[in-house]
């Protein structure tokens, strides 16, 4: 790996941003043509600033390399490996979610390794930053010659290339170099079709559905649902065409009524489909006063109308399950977390609690804020839901959290970064206090808390 250039590059980042902002305030914006100038100013720093975040990410990979013990990250065979907790604190520090941020020192570090040109490009400020990680992303894992090919090709039209004309090249690289290969990479491909249904829907109770397939399945698939919604605007049904597609897809689910609609037959009786649909409720919602609900999938309000909608389909079953009042507190006196609790923490939290980290919370592990060793409580206020690769991190790194209330905690990196996360997001709050107050983690009223104070942040 390269030598890194992290000073150098932080000195012109300052410089850059000092004479932004003086040409800032020295500019006087009375015009239209004065705003344009102005916004084409703007993003010409901004561009600036971005591909030198580029460079910065390499410094960081630079001054991180991997150990002989550390299993690495990256995941990439032709890239050296990096320690495989730096990351998260770079991307933090920058303002990405710990993904986001190993993504982006990824497409950095591969540019730099494997794309001479055009990372030649980013350092000239010939190629804006994300369009060179646009290029990344479709060239990360490729062997040397096809990455070599797809620098050559593509270095001159860096600039204003396309996805279409890149996916293009690729192909055309993968066929002329590796034509086994091509062919048993589409085979693999195959092999991860599925059919997902996303965990974001509308407050009208409107979803979506992920569908990969193979090409010829879809357009089957395609053709059937053109064929049931023309079939509804036969019988009258006077909404768009795309409403009607919409609906044709739910008339599919059952294939026995999609063929007797078709074939103008009398429908069968309508199969009960199991549905678990967990709705939250205020206590003024429950009077009828303000009727909002939120289902376990998704945190968007459900309007009340939608709810009785869907209990009241003939070809639903619905199901009442017991309620999880948030506002109780849960305690057990074990260090095994019951599903109850491990619930209750999941529908406040939402997600992982790491800085920026938005994997669902029942996908999680479920950590002791606290930990029992040091005598933590297994209750709802010492609870926190961890994806486990932040898991990891908190367990085995300097990385370290407290509770400030239930659902809210400050996370602390190891470089003295401070992050106060709650269930409406992240806040940056560096620098830290100087002090930390310690307890066993159980926030209830009543508790008797553990108080150390300790010097540093």
Known sequence: MATGGGRAVEDRLRTSVRTHRVLCMNRTIET????????????????????????????????????ADDEGCLEDEFLPL??????????????LSADTGERRI??????????????????????????????????????DDVCAWIDEQVAPIAHKVGVIRL???LDEAMLRLYPEQREQEQLEELDRRDVQLLDRHSHN????????????????????????????AELGDTDSLDVRRSKAVGILADPRTALALLERTEAPAAKRKKVVLSVHLSEAAVLGLDPVGRSERGDRPVLEQQIRDWCGREDTHLTVLPVIDLNAHQSVGSYEIPNRLAAAVDLRDGTCVFPWCTRPARRCDHDHTVADSEGGATCSCNIAPLCRHHHRIKTHTAWNYTTVEPGVYLWRSPHGYSFLRDFSGTLDVTPDSNGEARSDGCQHEGSTPMVTVRDGG
Not at 35 to 43: F, G, S, W
Not at 114 to 138: H, K, T
């Open 106 to 143: 990824h497409q950095a570090v591969h540019i730099r390794e494997r794309m001479p040109r055009l990372w030649a490009l980013v350092q000239a400020r010939a190629v804006q930053a994300w369009r060179a990680c646009r290029i990344a992303d479709r060239t990360i894992g490729k062997p």
């Open 32 to 67: 239209a043509a004065d705003v344009l100038a102005a916004a084409r100013h703007e993003r010409a720093a901004a561009d600036d600033a971005e591909a030198a975040l580029l460079e910065l990410a390499c410094a960081w990979a630079d001054v991180n390399p991997a150990g």
């Open 167 to 169: 996916e293009k090249l």
């Open 205 to 232: 109770g409107v979803g979506e559905m992920r569908i990969r397939a193979d090409l010829k399945d879809l357009y089957d698939f395609n053709e059937a649902v053109a064929e049931v919604a023309a079939e509804l």
């Open 82 to 95: 990096l320690r495989w907790d730096c990351p998260a604190e770079f991307a933090l520090a920058v303002g």
